[in-house]
Structure formats: structure tokens, C-alpha cells
């Protein structure tokens, strides 16, 4: 039995974090990759959004042969970057997501309970096409999807580990600091709160001779220089997830205070799908689908970004006369 206990869990700075871990491999490539996406973009004189989707893991091996996950299958993130962040035709996304998870526009099919055959007819003449009960709605997306890729202004990353994360996310939000006002931060992720540091961390496969007793820090706070040094100038919008109705707004209201950025999104487990209050410093907002909305599939991430939108223009107009 895996006996779990965070009484006696540290909490490492930031930076001796980043200094005791190793990044995943393609860590370099992806800098590459992000840095010619912002420049073209903001050379156009676009606006950027990044959207984290999806589960962190923490292995309990160096050599992973098991390690803990979470519940998220990043329905939000990939659900929310489907919406126009930006008022214009297009808007630019870097979709930053844990493998295998949902993506926008592939998120319809791809985790269905339909196996992929079933969206697909045998023709009369021997041909394959879409079976004509998905064929609205799947040319609907198709034709979002073809814009993005013809346009190339989706670009994909993904991570695994929550180590993974936040390098990732520190690179891509430094890259994306040149855009200042500019961008979005959009963190939908659910990063893990525990984790075993590499160091501690058994270099082989755990012998499986015995019970199990686990030990894990806590995850560094990431919010903190993500806001005062990665993108002192962005826009941040975080969620907050909880189980406890009674600790949601109070834990988020702290996590806002705590790390200074603009918005966090409270949500429990059991509602999120239908039910998020946005707070920022001086207001609490609730979003709600009507039961209405509910039974024609309204999804609850069409209200949450429009009220985002124009909560990012109100900003940047106030930054302007502030001089911020
Ligand atoms: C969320 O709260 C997301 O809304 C969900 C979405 C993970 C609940 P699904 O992927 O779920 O649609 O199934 N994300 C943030 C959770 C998180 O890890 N927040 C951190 C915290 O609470 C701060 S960034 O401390």
C-alpha cells in the first residue's frame, strides 16, 4: 500500500528548482520553434494567446516505469482555444498540451466513445466517405481546422512531466515577453502540487518486494516569476480547481493576492463544465449555463472567453493611461 503523507514535504525556490532538473530533450527545438512563430507574428503585428491544456505527470522513477497522473484529459484548453481570444477572423494560438491529450478541432473525434470507422460510410461505388449523420458538423470544423493550418497560426507543444511543464512554460513565456500587452496567458493546465525531486528519486524500477511509502515536495510556486519575471507585462489568467465549495473563492482570491496577475478562474471538479467564477482584485463574476444551454450542448468555454476578451482590452486601455 502507498502510504501518502505531506506533512514532512519541502518547498524548493523556483530557481533551485530549474537548476537541480533536467528539461525533456526537445526543449531546445521547441524554443526554436516558438521564437520564429512570436517573431512572425508579431512582425504582422498580431496578438498571441497560450493555452495550457492537460495533465502534468510525476514519475516515480528516473527510469519511468510508473509514475502519478491526474484527471484532466485537457478538455478546457482545448475546448477554450476553439473560441476567438482575439477580435479579428484569426486569432494565434501556441497550444501547449500534454501528449495524447485533447486538441482543438481533433478533440471531436479523437476521444470519442465512437470508434473513428464509425464517422465513416461505404459509398455505393466503393468509395469512403463521412457518414452523412457527423457530415455538418464535421465540415463546420473542418473548415475552422484547414484556416488555422493554412494560416499557421496554431503551433502545437506538448509536455509529459510536471517538470516538462515548467520548463516549457518558462521558455515560452520569456520568448513571448517581447509581445508585452500583446498576449494572453491562459494556464488551464492542472499542474501537480507534489512532486519527487530527481535527486530522490529511484534511478531504476521500484522493487515490487514490500509496500511502498512516498515522500514528495511540493512543487515550486510557478505563478510567482512567471508573473514578476518571465512576462512582467502579460496578461494571466489562471485557474483554481478544488473539490470544497466552501474553499473555492477564498483559495482563489489568495492564489490572486499570492502571485499578482490579472484573473483566476475558480472552478470545482464536479461543476467546472457549467459553472466558473472569474475574480480579479476588486470583482467576482459568476459564468453559469442555463439548463437551456445545457441540453443543447452549449459549452460553458463560449461565455469564459468573449468576458476574457474584453477584460484583456479593458487592461491594456487602463495599462495605456497608467503608463504601465
Ligand atoms: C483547471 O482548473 C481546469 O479548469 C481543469 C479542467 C483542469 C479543471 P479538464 O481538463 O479540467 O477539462 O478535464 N486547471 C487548473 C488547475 C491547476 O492546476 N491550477 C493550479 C492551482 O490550482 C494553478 S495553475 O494551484
Known amino acids: 500500500m502507498a502510504l501518502l503523507d505531506n506533512s514532512t514535504s519541502e518547498i524548493i525556490n523556483p530557481d533551485t528548482y530549474f537548476q537541480t532538473h533536467t528539461p525533456s530533450r526537445t526543449l531546445i527545438e521547441d524554443e526554436i520553434r516558438v521564437k ?18 492537460g495533465g502534468t505527470t510525476v514519475p516515480l522513477e528516473n527510469n519511468t516505469v510508473r509514475f502519478i497522473d491526474n484527471f484532466s484529459a485537457g478538455t478546457r484548453g482545448a475546448t477554450s482555444a476553439e473560441y476567438p481570444f482575439i477580435i479579428s477572423v484569426i486569432w494565434i494560438l501556441i497550444f501547449m498540451h ?13 476521444h470519442s466513445t465512437n470508434c473513428f470507422l464509425d464517422f465513416m460510410e461505404l459509398k455505393s461505388d466503393g468509395s469512403i466517405g463521412v457518414n452523412s449523420k457527423y457530415a455538418s458538423k464535421m465540415k463546420f470544423v473542418l473548415e475552422k481546422y484547414q484556416e488555422f493550418k493554412k ?11 510536471v517538470t516538462d511543464y515548467l520548463f516549457l512554460l518558462r521558455s515560452v513565456t520569456k520568448i513571448m515577453s517581447v509581445l508585452k500587452e500583446n498576449a494572453m496567458y491562459y494556464l488551464a493546465a492542472a499542474v501537480s502540487d507534489f512532486f519527487i525531486p530527481a535527486q530522490k528519486m529511484s534511478q531504476h524500477k521500484i522493487h515490487s518486494d514490500g509496500g511502498l511509502t512516498l515522500t514528495m515536495d511540493q ?27 466552501a474553499l473555492l473563492v477564498d483559495k482563489s482570491r489568495l492564489a490572486l493576492m499570492r502571485y499578482g496577475h490579472q484573473i483566476v478562474i475558480a472552478n470545482l471538479l464536479t461543476t467546472r463544465k457549467c459553472e466558473v467564477v472569474l475574480i480579479t482584485r476588486d470583482s467576482e463574476f459568476q459564468i453559469k449555463l442555463t439548463e437551456d444551454e445545457i441540453a443543447e450542448d452549449k459549452e460553458i468555454e463560449s461565455k469564459i472567453i468573449p468576458e476574457l476578451v474584453k477584460r484583456h482590452y479593458e487592461w491594456i486601455r487602463n495599462a495605456s493611461h497608467t503608463g504601465l
Open 36 to 53: 520564429e512563430f512570436v517573431n512572425k507574428h508579431q512582425e504582422a503585428g498580431r496578438k498571441i494567446v497560450l493555452v495550457t491544456s
Open 98 to 110: 500534454r501528449q495524447f491529450s485533447l486538441q482543438p478541432y481533433s478533440r471531436h473525434y479523437t
Open 151 to 161: 494560416n499557421e497560426t496554431l503551433l502545437l507543444l506538448n509536455f509529459v512531466t
Open 219 to 245: 512543487v515550486p510556486k510557478f505563478l510567482k516569476p512567471m508573473v514578476t519575471n518571465w512576462v512582467p507585462g502579460g496578461f494571466i489568467v489562471s485557474f483554481k480547481l478544488e473539490t470544497d465549495p
